[in-house]
Structure formats: structure tokens, C-alpha cells
């Protein structure tokens, strides 16, 4: 084993200690021949008061809860459909693996094009019905909408594709005890399908927050965290204060509270999955 543990050590657990550690220090790069000076907790002091942070946090909590809930509920519905033997599912199942054939980067650079005031499609689509052209991602209203939107579209076909495999490995017998006693499809959805499905819905849930909080190309790509800092994920910031301003404190303790984050949110997860 001491090949992989080393490897590991100088590529994984070195450079998160020497994170912390300059997360403890305040180290200005664009200043020629600059150390790191020592603050001890200052820049996780500052964070409190930073108002780009606590922005780029709410709309990272914003953009985690919808991007993720409307996955797992229209997840939900394509792998009921993808179960229940409709003819059509085989023509959908397949156009549904085209965003996951796409790289974020190349998603963010099409749909920046789909959603361009001028020549985009969804634009032109909406004039078909009388709609006037929007901004999309001009527009601090509609640009967080438009990134989230994205996200869905690429993701969604990954959870319905896992929430259709766990339904697809239920136990048969459950359903055909239910039936004879009557049950409705949405009784037996309620009683049967989702109290079975919970490990997996927990697990896809676990993965698909941990995912949907990493989210950095597509970003990058379709507003740069324009207009304004209205699409500004803690992503986004963390890359501006560190690679662009070259603020390597500040930018490592901001990681710091987000890997945190998302430790304790994985632990809440994994908890719920260990209990009976």
C-alpha cells in the first residue's frame, strides 16, 4: 500500500494542509517578492463581514435548492414513466443521454448562444407565441434562472436514469400483494415505492448536492457570475479571489468553509442513511 498512500499524501493531503495553512496567513501575490504574514483567524473573521460572501452564499444555497429539488422531482416522474413500459420511453431514454454526452464547458458555451437576446433560439421560440425577446443572462432577474435551468437539463437525465434502476429492482411481489388488496398507483407510490427507494434516494441526493455545490464551468462559461454578482457561486468567488486577485488567504479559508460545509452535509446524509 505504500505507493498509493504515498501518492496520495503529495497530491491530496499535502495540498489541503498547506490550504489551511494559508488560510491562516494573508498573502497578497500580485505584490512582487511577498510572503505570507500570519493573521491566524482573520480571514475566517472577515467572512462574516464580507458582503460578496454572504452573497455568493445565498445564491449558492439558492441555486443548490432548486437545481436540486426540481431534478429529483421531475427525476421522479421520468423514471416512473421509464418503468411503467410506455412505447415511447425507448425514443426518450436515448435523447436523454444526449446532455450527458455534452462537457459543462461545451453545455455553458451552447446555451450562452440559445439564450442570446438577440439570435438566440429560445428568443426566437418565444416570438412564435407572441412573447417579446428577453435578456436572459443580461438580466440580474432571469440570469440565475437561465444557469439553473442548465444545471437542470444536464443533470436531470443521470437521476432519472438511477431513481428508474432502483425502481427496477424492487421486489415484484409488493406490487402484486397491492394490487390484489386494491391499492391505488398513488398509494402504492406513497406506501411502497418511496419508502424502498430511500437509500437511493438519499444517496443520489447526497451526490447530486455535493455535485450541484461544485459547480464552476458552466458559470464560468454562460455569465462569469454577471451580471452584477447575481450568478456568483461560492465556486466562482473563490476562483476571482484566489486566481484573479491573487488573494490566496482569503480565497483558501473561503475553501476551507465550504469543504466544512459540505463535510457536515454529507455526515447529515450518511447518518440518515444508517438509520433503520
Known sequence: LAPAVAFLAVTSVYPLLYSFWLSLHS?????????????????????????????SLRVTL??????????????????????????AMGLVRTVMLFPLMIAPVIAGV?????????????????G????????????????????????????????????????????????????????????IFWRITLPLLRPVILVLLLLRIMDAFKVFDVVFTMTYGGPGQTTELLSMLIYKTGLRFFQIGQASAMSWVFLVGI????LFFIRRLQRP
Not at 263 to 266: D, G, I, M, Q
Open 128 to 187: 412564435l407565441v407572441g412573447i417579446p425577446p428577453q435578456e436572459w443572462l443580461g438580466s440580474p432577474a432571469q440570469a440565475l434562472p437561465a444557469v439553473i435551468t442548465v444545471e437542470i437539463w444536464q443533470n436531470l437525465p443521470v437521476v432519472a436514469f438511477i431513481l428508474a434502476a432502483g425502481i427496477q429492482s424492487l421486489p415484484v411481489d409488493l406490487y402484486k400483494a397491492a394490487h390484489v388488496d386494491g391499492a391505488s398507483r398513488w398509494q
Open 62 to 87: 439558492v441555486f443548490v435548492a432548486s437545481a436540486v429539488t426540481v431534478e429529483m422531482v421531475l427525476g421522479m416522474g421520468l423514471a416512473l414513466l421509464a418503468t411503467s413500459g410506455i412505447r
Open 110 to 126: 451552447l446555451w450562452r448562444t440559445l439564450f442570446h437576446p438577440t439570435y438566440g433560439v429560445v428568443n426566437a421560440a418565444l
Open 27 to 55: 498573502w497578497n501575490m500580485t505584490i512582487p517578492n511577498s510572503r505570507a504574514v500570519w493573521v491566524g483567524a482573520a480571514n475566517y473573521q472577515q467572512l462574516v463581514e464580507n458582503p460578496a460572501f454572504l452573497n
Open 263 to 266: 463535510f457536515l452535509l454529507s
